[in-house]
């Protein structure tokens, strides 16, 4: 099948509208309501085109081919009928392209320089409209506004919530909420990159720059383990602002508000920018030979009783180094899994727990089973593929939490267990009928990273596992943070080196912190958000002979309890690669300098090596970083544990915790504009069987410690004999995020 463009013959597939065959072929149309990813609405006409032996010109965005066609994009017809569309358009936009953030990307600026009059035969007083406060992220200039739908349509068909309409007729249309609230959706920032016009902003970015001044830089985000392709744009060595990196295998055209925003909090008055000892009870300034002496000394000094805690924030090439320079001094005790509290059969584990289909395969699944997630908020962009399973494929999507939430695609089935009864889900023969799983089908059991942090988290992947493979189900395991893949490749466990291998005489049963730890080193997480048993993990800081932290912000526990202090610069002042959760390794760029003296952690670790004589380059630890990855032998994710012990259900109350999608981390928790627009949902809340008064207390036991909570809030539909933690937050507390006695 061909057509013509401009007397040029083109093949063409069935059903493509005229402008998908001129953009194939860069052929100029222009455009305002048309966007590849969003549904033909043809309400601009700025994309008349002319055909042969029609009347009228028509819209090239809702036009489909027939064989044979001729079209004309820029003959005398097609030209009046875009300058018609222009004049119309510009009525009633205010001339304000100077103060304009939207001047030098500005579409309607573009079209109107090419396709323009320089006069218009409207004379009459333009019209203005009130601006609408829709949050902290999004400002509004909706003067500007022309009525492309776009905003609008994003939120029905891709974000999942309604939050942007069109009310009021003719001279009176309007883009508004319907009702006074911000936009609250996870992936709200996207609005600001579809606006053709400057009528939506960066509210973070507003009025500090101009586009033609900014350098773009590549990168990949560090907010969860997708590793969505981003684009930074930073002017005099400060980041004003990001927008997506188009890749069709991740993020496609999106990025969440996480991602959008989530450079705010690198110049938070938190900010480590020195090297510090601790003298005389106090914290004090030193260089990078002296803490580095003392980090050696310690090492040597205590290296049977060392525990190495590290972030799975951290670059491939940071736990490349940093495991092979503790290993290097009999350091055996190195993990990333702070959160975690179930170890009995962890040689059972995957290699490299990970996603094991493609993302752009999920639209072809007939069913998804989620376990343990709420994907709208903690995986965003994952949420969209998932909505588009359910739209274009019809796939059937079931949810099984610890916790009532709501997701912005359709789910056919959703159950509010506790850790018991979601281990044994499958054994009851009424759930596995109600959901229905053929062997014949493609299904997809998808578990979020929330269920490693249960009790019986062995269990759940057991038996999960196993009913996976009865109905031959892909499984696909959600990692906690954006390199958490990295970790499991890079030996960042007590059990494994580099490459997966087993380290042999290492005892499935292991504590993450014991009475023996006598040195402690924590690499970029932050005892308050970043452990499971926060109570535990300050107990033994108090413990502990010395206490080392690699850290880019000051908290209480490293003002009370750090011996030194190593300043670690962000992930964007900072060069590195992450494994995403495709197993998919990737670069990110050194977007600005670090702040003060803070140093990249790759920089620090490699000066660390060099005193014990491992003399590595970056282009050697690069290069290690790939050989390992190329040859590490990956399977799926099934495990098969022998001699499972079952779970014990208990009569007692539970701790389950609601993953914060900010909690994983540090710079996330301090970007103010996020925390506002998004950490709305409740801290702590009663099971439904329970009548408590809101002044009531509840009281439960873990490992010995009594966690008092106070509860004033209403409560929900929750498992029974639970109460649900939330990680992170608004709410500070001086012993950690979600012990202790809270007053909400």
């Not at 002496?293 to 090439?317: D, H, N, P, T, V």
């Not at 495709?582 to 050194?590: E, I, R, T, V, W």
Request: charged share 25%.
């Amino acid at each position: 099948m061909h057509i013509y463009i401009n007397d040029t013959k083109y093949d063409v597939n069935e059903n493509d509208t005229i402008i998908q065959v001129a953009d194939r072929n860069d052929i100029h149309i222009p455009r305002f309501c048309y966007h590849k990813r969003l549904s033909i609405v043809a309400s601009c006409r700025m994309c008349l085109v002319d055909i042969e032996n029609v009347k009228y010109p028509q819209p090239a965005c809702s036009t489909i081919v027939k064989e044979g066609m001729r079209v004309n994009t820029n003959n005398r017809a097609a030209e009046e009928a875009q300058k018609n569309t222009m004049e119309f358009l510009l009525i009633n936009h205010p001339l304000d392209c100077p103060i304009c953030d939207q001047a030098g990307e500005c579409e309607l600026q573009d079209v109107s320089l090419e396709h323009g009059d320089y006069k218009s035969a409207y004379k009459e007083l333009k019209r203005t409209v009130v601006d609408k406060n829709i949050g902290e992220l999004v400002s509004t200039e909706m003067t500007r506004c022309i009525h492309c739908s776009r905003c609008v349509r994003f939120g029905e068909e891709v974000a999942g919530i309604k939050e942007l309409g069109m009310t009021g007729r003719g001279e009176d249309t309007k883009i508004e909420t319907f009702i006074n609230e911000g936009l609250s959706s996870q992936l709200s920032g996207n609005v600001i990159d579809l606006c053709p016009v400057g009528a939506l902003n960066n509210s973070l970015y507003k009025y500090s720059a101009r586009t033609w001044d900014l350098k773009q830089t590549s990168s990949i985000s560090s907010n969860d383990c997708l590793g969505s392709n981003i684009f930074y744009h930073t002017y005099n060595d400060e980041i004003k602002r990001c927008v997506p990196k188009e890749d069709e295998e991740i993020n496609l055209s999106w990025l969440s508000d996480n991602d959008r925003f989530g450079y705010e909090g690198i110049k938070s008055e938190e900010r480590i920018l020195h090297p510090l000892i601790r003298h005389d009870e106090n914290l004090e300034k030193t260089d990078f030979n002296s803490i580095s002496e003392k980090f050696i000394e310690y090492l040597e000094k205590y290296s049977s009783g060392s525990c190495a805690i590290m972030s799975a924030q951290s670059s491939c090439e940071e736990m490349f180094l940093f495991q092979d320079l503790l290993r290097n001094k009999n350091v055996k005790k190195i993990d990333h899994r702070s959160k975690e509290c179930d170890f009995r059969y962890q040689k059972n584990f995957p290699t490299i727990p990970s996603f094991d289909i493609k993302l752009v395969d999920i639209q072809s699944l007939d069913n998804i089973i989620i376990v343990g997630a709420n994907i709208s908020k903690e995986f965003p962009i994952l949420s969209i593929y998932l909505r588009d399973a359910h739209k274009k494929n019809s796939t059937s999507i079931f949810s099984l939490s610890t916790y009532e939430f709501e997701e912005n695609f359709p789910v056919e089935k959703s159950d509010i267990l506790n850790s018991h009864e979601l281990e044994n889900y499958f054994t009851n023969s009424n759930n596995a009928s109600c959901i229905n799983l053929k062997k014949s089908k493609k299904n997809l059991i998808l578990i979020g990273p929330a269920v490693s942090y249960l009790s019986n988290y062995s269990n759940i992947l057991n038996n999960f596992s196993e009913y996976a493979k009865s109905i031959n189900a892909n499984l696909a395991l959600l990692g906690d943070q954006a390199n958490t893949s990295g970790a499991w490749a890079m030996g960042i466990l007590p059990h494994r080196l580099p490459g997966g291998v087993s380290i042999d005489g290492q005892e499935d049963r292991y504590e993450l912190l014991s009475d023996n730890d006598d040195l402690l080193i924590i690499y970029n997480l932050e005892p308050e958000y970043d452990f499971s048993d926060d109570s535990r993990i300050m107990d033994k800081l108090n413990e502990s002979k010395v206490n080392i932290f690699f850290s880019s912000y000051m908290t209480e526990s490293i003002k009370k309890y750090a011996d030194i202090v190593f300043p670690l610069s962000t992930q964007v002042e900072s060069s590195g690669s992450y494994l995403n959760t495709n197993k998919k390794l990737q670069h990110y760029n050194k977007i600005i300098n670090p702040l003060g003296e803070s140093r990249e952690g790759g920089d620090i670790l490699l000066g660390l090596c060099h005193t014990i004589g491992k003399n590595y380059t970056h282009d050697s630890i690069r290069e290690n970083v790939r050989k390992i990855l190329a040859d590490i032998n990956i399977s799926n994710n099934y495990v098969r544990i022998k001699n499972l012990k079952k779970g014990n259900s208990s009569d007692s109350l539970e701790k389950m915790i609601i993953r914060n999608p900010n909690s994983s981390n540090p710079t996330l928790r301090r970007c103010n504009s996020i925390i506002k627009t998004h950490d709305d949902d409740d801290y702590f809340s009663l099971p439904s069987d329970k009548d408590a008064s809101s002044n009531d207390k509840i009281i439960f036991n873990e490992k010995n410690n009594k966690f008092k909570l106070t509860i004033k809030q209403k409560t929900h539909t929750k498992p029974v004999n639970a109460v649900l933690v939330k990680i992170g937050g608004t709410h500070k507390q001086k012993i950690g995020a979600y012990s202790t006695e809270v007053d909400l």
